[in-house]
């Protein structure tokens, strides 16, 4: 594939995937949050946009398992079900970006801007034949946009 530096024999992840160019010129808003108060807005947002811990994880096999056996899951569905939530943790990826609202991360698997503006959050999905950089820079713009009116 194009624009990758990967060897025919390496496998492709899903963060491979997304990083190349998109021939799908899409920026779209959404994702729009009201929460309930300013500490319930921080804590989810925030928890939202990290890459959960070893333990975190362990945990949530725990869960999977405790809920897999309430419902009778088969071997093989408990499989897929741990194979999913490794393989979704192993393609997070977010990066802090200052400047614009209360917090805002750039989230690289959903190709996002998310920002948080007191009890608001929202999303500018920007996927695009551009790079990141100059996504990042279009998607702020329209951020700023949307933060000049609430």
Do not use: C, W
Request: no cysteine; proline share 1%; net charge negative.
């Amino acid at each position: 594939m194009q624009g990758l530096n990967k060897n025919a024999e390496e496998e492709l992840t899903l963060s491979d995937i997304t990083s190349l160019e998109s021939p799908m010129n899409l920026v779209k808003g959404g994702h729009i949050i009201e929460y309930e108060n300013i500490v319930r807005a921080v804590n989810d947002f925030n928890n939202s946009h990290k890459v959960p811990s070893e333990a975190d994880l362990k945990l949530l096999q725990k869960e999977i398992d405790k809920k897999s056996k309430e419902e009778e899951l088969d071997e093989k569905a408990i499989e897929i079900g741990r194979k999913l939530t490794s393989g979704i943790a192993d393609n997070l990826k977010f990066t802090k970006v200052d400047g614009i609202g209360d917090a805002a991360y750039i989230d690289h698997l959903a190709k996002s801007l998310d920002v948080r503006f007191g009890t608001f959050s929202f999303a500018i999905t920007m996927d695009t034949e551009l790079d990141l950089v100059a996504n990042i820079k279009i998607a702020k713009k329209i951020a700023n946009e949307v933060l000049g009116k609430l």
